[in-house]
């Protein structure tokens, strides 16, 4: 049985890929990992299709035609993933701010503790974010606060990108009917899984801001989440969410 798969979305990180893949084979937990590269100019997909020779039937790659958005990479990966018969899926960015190290504590939590989706939180204690100015610091946080007013969300950090799902998760969210493709994405994703009743944990992380490559972020990316969450909450007053 194929259990983990770490998918791993990237555009133009030659400077990380290849450190982050080898770190999360080194990890006590196996792990599969996929690269859902956009057609880096940098010569990232061609450095993971390198490093496949070494870490064979452990290291994938689909690469697309083109910067498509995070979401539909996500997507992507998804499909892929429920495909190929994994069990637990993970979402991971290939920068380091998300500590691979903390995958394990993920993987317990669902795989032991009987949870359906982990989210790798940085605000469930205090405020735990090292190397962002403070404006995008503020900017994150209270966004928190936004999307848990619109929403009544629970969650303290349901803008985050570090979250495992089970399988079955992935399999009663409409994939095909997620709407947004920025960091929207991580919202609509998590509004479903607690529409669905799906039991979800936040677990305590370190984001510690990429020191190599460039962020991805953009005010375009930060508005769509904006404005994204009342039209998330509207949508859902017409859905029927049951399992």
């Known amino acids: 049985m194929k ?25 006590p937990e196996a792990f599969h990992v996929l690269i859902v590269d956009d057609g880096s100019p940098d010569g990232t997909g061609m450095k993971v299709k390198e490093l496949q020779s070494e870490f064979a039937e452990k290291l994938h790659i689909q690469e697309r035609s083109g910067k498509l958005g995070l979401g539909t990479a996500y997507i992507h990966g998804f499909k892929w993933a429920l495909a190929e018969g994994y069990q637990i899926i993970y979402e991971m960015d ?25 989210i790798g939180s940085r605000y469930i204690k205090g405020v735990n974010v090292v190397n962002w100015p403070m404006g995008r610091v503020l900017m ?10 619109i929403t009544r969300m629970p969650f303290m950090d ?27 994405f991580q919202i609509e994703m998590k509004f479903n899984a607690y ?49």
């Open 3 to 27: 259990e983990n798969l770490v998918i791993i979305p990237t555009y133009n990180e030659i400077e990380n890929i290849e450190a982050i893949i080898r770190k999360v084979f080194s990890l």
């Open 94 to 118: 290939a920068d380091f701010s998300h500590n691979p190290d903390d995958l394990v504590r993920l993987f317990h939590s669902v795989k032991n503790d009987g949870y359906d989706v982990a």
């Open 195 to 243: 529409l669905y009743k799906f039991n979800i944990i936040e677990i305590p992380i370190i984001f510690t801001d990429r020191t190599k490559g460039v962020s991805k972020m953009s005010s375009a990316i930060f508005q769509e989440a904006v404005l994204g969450v009342a039209m998330m909450k509207v949508w859902s007053w017409f859905k029927k969410f049951e399992r």
């Open 158 to 184: 349901p803008t985050g990108g570090f979250i495992c799902y089970k399988r079955e998760v992935l399999e009663t969210i409409p994939l095909d009917k997620i709407r947004f493709v920025g960091y929207a």
């Open 140 to 149: 994150s946080y209270f966004a928190g606060v936004y999307v848990r007013f």
